[in-house]
């Protein structure tokens, strides 16, 4: 575990404007740790009364799974804490400078990650951020009220375009794989998959898609146990996306 604390500083933007932030200036969080897997540094941080903005560089010293390392956020008031949050760190880091074995994914030696975080916060004075990795980092996301009780993770799509003209609407079929992960304290059987679609930003207000909903059963997924599961979607796109748009999958756990 490394963790960073800093103080948020109050400064008087102007006295005409009546605005103001909690900031700080740019510094290391900490000296080196070469016997730690994970070196924070603190880059900036920004207060304007409604959200909490903290920019940092991360280095892995070591190779890790980016899916079982966990960034938490806590947001405190004369050290009473006010919110917690975690970030997994697959979710934070650009996909360019991640490498990807399988469903894996993994952050290699002596690499830097540039990580923003944006909170809603009020009333903060200070916060800490605090890297987690191993048996930390899992008993958090364990304990987190936030977490899904069911996650949906290392998602594979693979596109098949049947013939269509230029101009038409393409069928084009998704085979999608990924695994189901139980983050809950209890068994999950029964599990309800919604798939919704991602496309390019000019055709979103253009082109919708319905949303896809199936129920998967007899999944016996006992805490932690994870599944993997591969189902197929058809849909019509236009022919200059078919390769842009993305199935986005969630998961939710169904109790009779």
């Not at 809950?184 to 898609?209: G, Y």
């Not at 909903?213 to 849909?235: C, H, K, M, Q, W």
Request: glycine content about 6%.
């Amino acid at each position: 575990m490394f963790v960073v604390w800093r103080v948020l500083l109050l400064l008087a933007w102007s006295l005409l404007s009546g605005c103001g932030w909690l900031g700080s200036s740019p510094r290391p969080a900490n000296g080196s740790q070469p016997m730690l897997p994970f070196q924070l540094t603190i880059l900036d941080d920004h207060f304007d009364g409604n959200y909490l903005a903290i920019e940092a560089d991360l280095v892995a010293r070591s190779q890790w799974d980016a899916n079982k390392v966990v960034l938490q956020l806590r947001q405190l008031r004369g050290g009473e804490e006010l919110s917690r949050k975690h970030y997994i760190l697959s979710k934070l880091v650009a996909a360019e400078s991640v490498k990807r074995i399988g469903s894996v994914v993994v952050v290699p030696a002596d690499s830097t990650h540039r990580i923003a975080l944006s909170e809603p916060s009020q009333g903060a004075t200070d916060y800490e951020l605090t890297i987690l990795w191993g048996d930390e980092a899992r008993s958090a996301l364990l304990h987190d009220p936030n977490r899904p009780l069911l996650a949906f993770e290392g998602l594979k799509v693979t596109r098949v375009v049947h013939g269509c003209e230029f101009d038409s609407l393409c069928p084009v079929e998704f085979v999608v794989e990924g695994q189901l992960i139980n983050q809950s304290n209890a068994p999950i059987d029964q599990a309800l998959v919604t798939v919704s679609w991602e496309v390019p930003v000019a055709f979103k207000d253009t082109f919708s898609h319905n949303q896809v909903e199936n129920t998967i059963e007899g999944l016996g997924l006992y805490p932690s146990d994870e599944r993997t599961v591969r189902f197929s979607l058809a849909g019509r796109f236009p022919r200059i996306i078919t390769e842009q748009v993305m199935p986005v999958v969630k998961a939710e756990p169904l109790i009779r």
